[in-house]
């Protein structure tokens, strides 16, 4: 498969020969800012998984061979038996992000899931990465009915340093109505006036010092069906703030506990507006079952 970004011919595929394995390793740790090389993916690895059922894509640039995106996974087994296919990396270099490249690569992934027979490919990602959450629920379909804490332990690359490693689990259920309607543009995430309209309950309160976001407290016993759970636009910036960010991180971890693990909600839908000049970003909480959400059965359709 080929795409033309800022002009340059990317070529998505799989890699050709061991060399080209190492190229993408040495991208993975590349894209992850990886401080230990004990933490990068060993070729050899890529290369034991690709050609057993898993799948290892490198975007190339046409003309010079260099690797400026990745993705990596794998066959998996849940613990009732259902077999899936499991989504390890996605990650393209800094000049090429946001600019529809990590979407070619999912969709590379997405075809190949379903040619194996598979209906579901799923995934952790940091909640608190709004970029992240934008994509993969707003564009992609994904929906959340786990949270773990803490769930890689400490995490050495530049990244995820000196913060707990929180992650929720994207479900991409790659054949259902709510997927398809997501990738053909037939289902854009609502204003967030129609979600407070439905009865829609915010249960996080931030307050801000300038553009600086601060989780002032949060509701752990709504019993709305539609819950609406704020988190910051930008992570990065939190970063400087390191007791800021942390009380971020340690408040959500009760909240997404509360409702995503404990009371069965499903991180359905993620809302982004400019409110005031700053841009306020809102996970949405159904309480519904897996199967109405699946097939589209969104209150706000």
């Not at 190229?23 to 004990?38: E, H, N, Q």
């Not at 690895?45 to 190339?60: P, Q, T």
Request: charged share 25%.
């Amino acid at each position: 498969m080929e795409v033309v970004i800022d002009g340059r011919v990317i070529e998505v595929r799989r890699p050709r020969d061991p060399e080209e394995y190492r190229m993408i390793s040495s991208t993975i740790a590349k894209v992850w800012g990886v401080l230990d090389s004990s933490d990068a993916v060993p070729h050899h690895v890529l290369i034991a998984a690709d050609r057993r059922g898993g799948l290892v894509l490198g975007a190339f640039e046409k003309d010079t061979g260099r690797v400026v995106g990745i993705l990596f996974g794998f066959p998996a087994v849940s613990p009732d038996g259902k077999l899936y296919h499991y989504s390890h990396m996605t990650g393209v270099v800094s000049e090429y992000r946001y600019k529809g490249l990590g979407y070619v690569l999912k969709l590379a992934q997405r075809e190949y899931a379903i040619k194996q027979g598979l209906d579901l490919v799923a995934w952790t990602y940091d909640p608190l990465q709004s970029p992240n959450a934008r994509f993969n629920i707003g564009k992609l379909g994904v929906v959340v009915r786990k949270f773990y804490v803490n769930y890689y332990g400490e995490l050495r690359d530049s990244i995820n340093i000196g913060m707990p490693s929180d992650r929720f689990e994207a479900e991409w259920w790659i054949k259902s109505r709510l997927v398809e309607d997501k990738l053909k543009g037939l289902l854009k995430p609502p204003p967030l006036s129609a979600l407070t309209s439905l009865g829609g309950d915010t249960v996080t309160s931030v307050e801000f010092s300038g553009d600086v976001p601060k989780l002032a407290s949060y509701n752990l016993d709504s019993s709305s069906r539609l819950v609406l759970i704020e988190i910051p636009e930008d992570l990065n910036k939190l970063r400087a703030c390191g007791e800021l960010l942390l009380k971020w991180r340690l408040g959500l971890r009760e909240v997404f506990n509360r409702y995503v693990n404990e009371l069965g909600y499903i991180v359905t839908e993620f809302v982004t507006e400019r409110v005031g000049g700053i841009r306020r970003n809102y996970y949405v909480l159904l309480k519904e079952s897996l199967e109405r959400v699946l097939r589209g059965e969104l209150p706000w359709r």
